[in-house]
């Protein structure tokens, strides 16, 4: 049974107007009688189209800047009262309530106003509060009133209307109330987590989380697990704002990958001169700086050349065509840059399985917002890892400081390893990459792991001895005994740079002294999990 309402009154109220006037032409076209309130019955009745003034219908005049206009039983009434209940039927024609079978409805542009910065009273005059009680009541009388709350869906209304005759089916009303839930919960966590922004408020009692549907997976991490890839509207710049160029759609593996190249890549200011970072599953397979974006990407490369295979790459400044030549002449998923070049993106067309993102811009890696993790039961909130190190806040603890070139590699290491699953350890040199260990147990296994993929790659690069040697390490937490220290220091690193803070710091730095290191504290860790 298709529970089939023809629609015969509709209510329009919109912010945004994009469309409406090939839809309202097209509801009066088919009979529908238009009732709408101020700009929107000004903009309809210009076109030249009948509608009355909810103003009209309820007797009673808009006022307080528009505050006060549908909040009204003779609008509620009508959105609300069951056709196939006697006592309402009964009740409107007592009360000169007329039904609404239509509400058209789109809110006032609250995040918009949010994101450009508006004083706090601009924002509180962008809540909308008639707007979302009308979709409420609507959605919850589906059974007999079609909502619609997107543009997206002003099709769909006509293509079900010219379908049957001027009506809609419950299946189609049901969606448009699914939508229009979604929608007012959106709203309200918007401006609920706008609120707690401008009160400081870290943990509200209550905490909402909303976002839009920007593509449907083919699966999740793996083949049996269905997925979605949903946009929070923040605006940063990344993979949710980027633009696909070519290739087949983004995988769930392969956006979550993608997020992960990109804001590391982002730790590299282009004022500081091209970097490359090369992502497999999460982790940097490789990182390095140079002269040119192509020198770059080498230098990443060279890091592990079997990890970068099938990889994400992520490029801080414009794909340009040499480095594309170079990234072409191995199977790689997806890469991720702020722009391309024609002849970067020629190049690339001739691989149909690249997928080529590109974005307005880098995020601001010094920029907070929220990270979210959902554990049995709940979810674990928290403020995004930000923390942003100058030169003047690292303590030399050893005896020996390091050198200026250590410093820099140093400081480079100590950004990739924010980036590496925990227990991470990071080699660098030079401005690269030599050596990576990520999510191990054993901070000793991570040293080790990255050491001997270090080895393996001098030996397939034909170099003497493992890219390791003359290089400096990272830690993204103190090291709690010397062992790992002193495995690092094996592998050829000579200077460190870790955290602190660890009950056996003593010991850690007498062994550093002893093996000739340099040391360096950063009184704060990158755990990544």
């Not at 307005?360 to 049995?376: C, E, H, M, N, Y």
Request: glycine share 8%; net charge negative; proline share 5%.
């Amino acid at each position: 049974m298709t529970n089939l309402v023809p629609i015969g009154r509709a209510l329009i109220s919109v912010s945004d107007k994009s469309g409406l006037l090939d839809l309202a032409r097209a509801l009066s076209a088919m009979g529908v009688e238009l009732i709408s309130t101020g700009g929107t019955s000004h903009m309809l009745r210009t076109a030249g189209l009948p509608v009355r003034d909810v103003s009209e219908v309820t007797g009673f005049p808009e006022m307080m800047d528009g505050r006060v206009k549908t909040l009204h039983p003779l609008v509620h009434g009508g959105l609300l009262a069951l056709r196939d209940d006697d006592e309402h039927l009964v009740a409107m024609a007592a009360h000169g309530i007329e039904p609404i079978d239509l509400l058209i409805v789109n809110l006032y542009p609250f995040e918009e106003t949010v994101a450009k910065g508006a004083d706090h009273a601009t924002c509180i005059e962008n809540i909308d509060i008639g707007g979302p009680a009308m979709i409420r009541a609507a959605a919850k009388n589906h059974k007999f009133v079609a909502v619609v709350t997107d543009p997206a869906d002003y099709q769909p209304l006509l293509d079900q209307m010219a379908a049957h005759d001027g009506a809609t089916t419950l299946t189609f009303r049901q969606k448009l109330a699914l939508s229009a839930y979604a929608k007012t919960a959106a709203y309200d966590t918007a401006v609920s987590t706008w609120l707690a922004g401008a009160l400081g408020e870290k943990a509200p009692r209550h905490r909402s989380f909303a976002g839009k549907l920007a593509q449907s997976l083919r699966y999740g991490e793996n083949p049996h697990q269905s997925a979605a890839f949903y946009v929070d509207g923040s605006r940063r710049d990344g993979v949710a704002t980027a633009r696909q160029w070519q290739g087949k759609e983004l995988s769930y593996n392969n956006i979550n990958d993608t997020d992960a190249a990109f804001e590391l890549v982002a730790e590299f200011a282009p004022e500081s001169g091209p970097a490359c970072a090369i992502i497999k599953h999460a982790n940097p397979c490789g990182v390095g700086r140079a002269h040119s974006l192509r020198e770059a990407y080498l230098r990443a490369y060279h890091c592990d050349q079997t990890s970068a295979f099938g990889g994400i790459v992520a490029l801080n400044m414009a794909l340009d065509g040499e480095t594309a030549e170079e990234i072409v002449k191995i199977f790689t998923e997806v890469v991720i840059a702020p722009g391309a070049s024609d002849e970067a993106r020629a190049i690339f067309a001739t691989k149909k399985n690249l997928r080529l993102l590109t974005t307005a811009g880098l995020p601001d890696p010094r920029i907070g917002g929220l990270a979210f993790k959902q554990v049995s039961g709940g979810m674990l909130v928290q403020d995004r890892d930000n923390g942003w190190l100058n030169p003047s806040d690292l303590k030399v603890v050893t005896r020996r400081a390091p050198t200026d070139a250590e410093l820099a590699d140093l400081l480079f290491a100590w950004k990739v390893a924010k980036h590496v699953k925990s227990n991470a350890i990071v080699y660098v040199k030079d401005g690269a990459t030599v050596g990576v260990g990520a999510g191990q147990m054993s901070r000793v296994d991570s040293t080790r792991i990255a050491a001997r993929k270090s080895q393996d790659m001098a030996e397939a690069l034909g170099l003497p001895q493992p890219l390791t040697h003359g290089s400096v390490v990272a830690s993204d937490a103190f090291f709690p005994f010397p062992d790992g220290l002193l495995s690092a220091a094996e592998a050829g690193a000579t200077a460190v740079i870790q955290p602190g803070g660890s009950m056996n710091d003593a010991a850690v730095i007498a062994a550093a002294d002893e093996a000739g290191l340099a040391m360096v504290f950063t009184g704060m860790r990158h755990f990544r999990h």
